[in-house]
């Protein structure tokens, strides 16, 4: 598995995680296809500018164009300041593989080698066992269940904090 980052060729990709009804079930259903272009060339501006890390989960290095997903950390102020996110989306051929843990672990590890993000807070969908799962696999402590905005949506989410400097357990635990 390769972390890249996100460039403006992966419409595609965008399209095929954000407005497809099964990738999208627990995050309030399909995106419009229309406004993935631009999602896709803010993100990349964002990557290239070190502004958040959003990265594409190349699962075989050998295969540069296949993207497996996408594995995120950014900041954004919450109405009490800013904090920090992760957030990850496998597409269906891809999971049950473990590259969303090992995506996400890798960036939690650059994020306490280089000391930055902060705490780290996930919001996976209440009913997605998976991601509880990695949230919980990767040393996150679950904080409460609660509604979040999402895409001008409101979803029930699990609320889950990690210091990565402090609370990420060794890899292969």
Known sequence: ?????????DVDAYVRMR?????MADLGGPLPAEGMRDKVRRDARDAAADRA????????????DEVAGQVTIWSHDSGEGPFSEI????????QGRGL?????RALLERARDEDRWGVVHAFPAA???ASNGICR???FRFVSEQSVSFADR???????????RTGLPPAGA
């Open 154 to 164: 409101v979803l029930r989410s699990n609320h889950w904090v990690l210091d990565p």
């Open 87 to 94: 957030g990850w989306m496998v597409l269906p051929r891809f």
């Open 19 to 23: 407005c497809d009804p099964i990738m």
């Open 53 to 64: 890390w959003i990265k594409m989960i190349v699962p075989d290095p050998a295969t540069q």
């Open 137 to 139: 696999s990767l040393g």
């Open 127 to 129: 009913g997605n066992g």
């Open 100 to 104: 969303a843990k090992r995506a996400a």
């Open 1 to 9: 598995m390769r972390l890249r980052d996100v460039t403006p060729d």
